[in-house]
């Protein structure tokens, strides 16, 4: 076996790290710092997301980023990583991987318990792979990563095997990730209404209750000890208690943070961003996720968008600089990758993505859309050139579905109409499961470069269980395909580079996406709010550390 590279849970040094734990929060600056006493024990934090709010609070069911906001707070993974994107312990203490990279064996943390008094043991990881690799359980993000896992043994009571059908590069970013947090086994084995209203894990806080359409309530773990190695203490949290609410409203989040009615706010705007760096009583902390860069998928399974010209044209016809500039006020830049610039390899292309109407009006022609009708749109064989676009209005913040707006009229000049059709989250889940769009915006968050499988293997056009398919440009390349099969295989770095380059070069030159700028994660924390970070695994925030002044 080849071992890992890992810190033991022994061998930490928690005060060392409390730093670097502030320094993630944007505190107060060095000649502020002794003004700051020590940490303080109690009180209740008070959360307000404009994401929508999950129908399950089990990450395992379905699998999308508002579950992984607010699980990070009661469950916990394998494994996570660091700043520097360095893998590190979490629920394993420690991992060896087989010479053929088939096996893999993770040495659970000595004397962890789930909130319902069970044990953190092999014979739960298994339950869990199970659990989410069971099509009943309606898994997407999880199930996918966890496609190459065959089968699991218990070795020893603390040691789990995991099997594998083909090395996977990929695994342990994959495990880092909140979709595949541990769960209790004897929770696991409830009806899944029961599992969804309270799952139960081994964080530091646990859940109370749930009142929809309006707040989770969550209380601390008393006998927490499952530390990551990255934390910036030992023992329970310091809060008694989080009270998560759901605030559509973006400026209603923001007047209830300036009036101290909640504590913490996501999906803040870019002009509150703005105004907010300005002084000095709200704090702004910006980590943008991992993986994937934004950027609008075009549907090339079907028409208009199935001939590599008319999505040339559409991509030249998108002044997305100008719109990004305007809109955003400086808090996003513009991608040209089909990586987050988060990720090491991500490889920016922006001579493909330049706004050059001209140019497109020409690749239309040359496509045969050379006629246009009585509302300047371009016309062939009677159908004129449309472009159904669904928007999910709880994943889009206005600032973003105002960039759609300005690329609809950008597009228009060119002869394209764009149709964006504003929708729920569960309404704009069904019109892509049942191919009902052209283009599209789905943030798809995945830890490591191994999310170019996802989105752009031909694999990922086929539903997961839940109905959800990855793969929503549809990209069916047998040279792609080869190239992330290779690449989610092979453990040589510059290997693995080479073939993920030219992975992504294939996708930016056949005009499958538009990027647009890196996924975007900003938080607005109150005065009373320190130690609080984003983990830097998918860039969730993490109340552990935290306390109220």
């Known amino acids: 076996m080849i071992a890992s590279g890992h810190t033991h849970r022994a061998s930490r040094t928690v005060a060392g790290l409390v730093a670097a734990g502030l320094l993630l ?71 060896t991987e087989s010479a053929d990279g088939l096996d893999w064996e993770f040495t659970l943390a000595d004397g962890v318990s789930f909130t319902d008094g069970t044990p953190l043991d092999a014979s739960a990881v298994q339950a869990n792979i199970a659990h989410l690799q069971d099509p009943k359980t309606g898994s997407s993000t999880g199930y996918l990563a966890l496609q190459k896992v065959t089968g699991t043994e218990a070795v020893a009571p603390n040691v789990v095997r995991l099997t594998l059908g083909e090395p996977d590069s990929a695994l342990l970013e994959s495990l880092s990730q909140p979709w595949l947090a541990i769960e209790s086994k004897q929770a696991l084995a409830r009806s899944q209404e029961e599992n969804c209203a309270a799952p139960v894990g081994t964080g530091p806080f646990q859940v109370k209750t749930w009142v929809k359409q309006d707040s989770i309530t969550l209380v601390r773990n008393d006998g927490y000890s499952s530390l990551p190695a990255d934390a910036a203490h030992s023992g329970p949290a310091y809060l008694d208690s989080i009270v998560w609410r759901f605030i559509p409203d973006s400026a209603s989040r923001y007047a209830a943070l300036q009036s101290g009615d909640v504590d913490v706010i996501d999906n803040a705007q870019p002009d509150t961003i703005v105004q907010t760096e300005k002084g ?65 390899l991500a490889v920016p292309r922006p001579e493909l993505f330049g706004y050059e109407p001209k140019d497109a009006g020409t690749l239309l022609d040359s496509a045969g859309w050379t006629k246009r009708d009585a509302g300047g749109y371009r016309v062939k064989d009677g159908v004129r050139l449309t472009v159904t676009f669904p928007v999910s209005t709880n994943q889009s913040i206005p600032a973003e579905q105002s960039l759609f707006e300005q690329i609809q009229a950008t597009a228009k000049k060119t002869g394209f109409e764009v149709r964006l059709v504003p929708m729920d989250l569960s309404s704009w889940y069904t019109a892509l499961g049942e191919n009902n769009y052209d283009a599209v915006s789905a943030p798809y968050t995945k830890v490591g470069p191994d999310v170019l499988r996802i989105l752009f293997h031909s694999a990922g056009i086929v539903p997961a269980p839940s109905g959800y398919f990855a793969n929503h440009a549809q990209v069916n390349d047998p040279a792609i395909d080869a190239l992330l099969t290779e690449a989610g295989q092979v453990t040589d770095a510059s290997k693995r580079k080479a073939l993920y380059t030219d992975a992504q070069n294939q996708v930016l030159e056949g005009y499958y996406i538009l990027p647009l700028y890196d996924q975007q994660n900003h938080f607005l924390l109150g005065a009373k709010v320190t130690g609080a970070r984003a983990l830097p695994t998918v860039s969730t925030p993490t109340f552990y550390d935290a306390w109220l002044k």
Do not use: M
Not at 306 to 323: G, K, T
């Open 25 to 95: 929060t944007g505190c107060a600056s060095p000649a502020e710092s002794p003004t700051i006493e020590g940490p303080v024990t109690g009180g209740t934090l008070t959360y307000a997301s404009g994401d929508a709010e999950p129908t399950c609070l089990d990450p395992h069911v379905g699998g999308n980023y508002p579950q992984a906001l607010v699980s990070t707070q009661y469950l916990e993974s394998l494994v996570s990583r660091d700043a520097d994107g360095k893998i590190i312990p979490w629920l394993a203490d420690s991992w």
């Open 280 to 344: 000095d009583s709200i704090r702004h902390l910006d980590a943008p996720r991992p993986g994937a860069s934004n950027r609008i998928e075009l549907n090339s399974g079907r028409a208009p968008f199935n001939d590599p010209l008319v999505r040339e044209a559409f991509i030249r016809s998108a002044n997305v600089d100008d719109a990004v500039a305007s809109l955003f006020q400086g808090t996003a830049t513009r991608s040209y990758a089909a990586l987050s610039s988060a990720e090491s």
